[in-house]
């Protein structure tokens, strides 16, 4: 009898977490997924810490996760709220589709990444089959293989290269730092930081602070 009335009983729907720091993108988001049967819209976020403590206070099934906030990017936040909610669905959506992105989004445990230029429909497409236990990835961006397998499939970035120290003197190269402020804020010396800096546009690729800004912005690391 119990699994009877169980069976009887609607369903509970997705409870869903926008983050984006665009107020119009957030609402757009909101109002397209709150329409699609057996969703719910249970909170929006602006900025990584907002997205965090949302987390924490709704436990959404899914959060819609913008790369580029005012403080934390979508990978750092993605990993912050799967540290404490490990049950909780990620779907990355985002402008950029270059390799090196999506494998960093999945790599920090994110089940699906959905491009900004795809049409409305397909976010939908991808929080159902994100919801169903499924990976969901904008079709065409990354090889077929990738879908099967998640561990040693996909490469390590070179931004995954970094040490935590590289990575702090990138963000404040990127904000326009000198190698003199960025030793005094970090207790270091200036040729300490030169060494940072010259090792880590080795591993990106790249030979000046045009080239490390383009990369920046090119695969969504730091809201400028």
Known sequence: MSEL?????PSQPTRLLV????????????????????LQVAGQAATGAEAILAAQR?????VIMDLV?????GIEVTKHILTQFP???????????????VYRALRAGARGYVVK?????????????????????????????????????????????????EREVLRRIVAGSSSSDIAQHLALSSKTIDSYRSRLM????????????RFVIDNELIAL
């Open 5 to 9: 009335l169980a069976g009887m009983l």
């Open 19 to 38: 983050v984006d720091d665009h107020g119009i993108v957030r609402d757009a988001i909101a109002l397209l997924l709150g329409k699609e049967d057996g």
């Open 58 to 62: 709704l436990h959404p099934d899914i």
């Open 69 to 73: 906030l005012p403080d934390l990017n």
């Open 87 to 101: 049950l909780t669905r990620i779907i990355v959506l985002s402008g950029r589709r270059t390799a090196e992105t």
């Open 117 to 165: 230029a795809a049409a409305g429909a397909m976010l939908a497409v991808a929080v159902k089959t994100v919801s169903a236990g499924n990976l969901y990835v904008t079709p065409g961006i990354i090889p077929a293989a990738v879908h099967e397998q998640l561990d040693v499939s996909i490469p390590k970035t070179s931004y995954e290269r970094l040490s935590t120290r």
């Open 202 to 213: 080795v591993k990106l690729g790249v030979r000046n602070r045009s080239a490390l800004i």
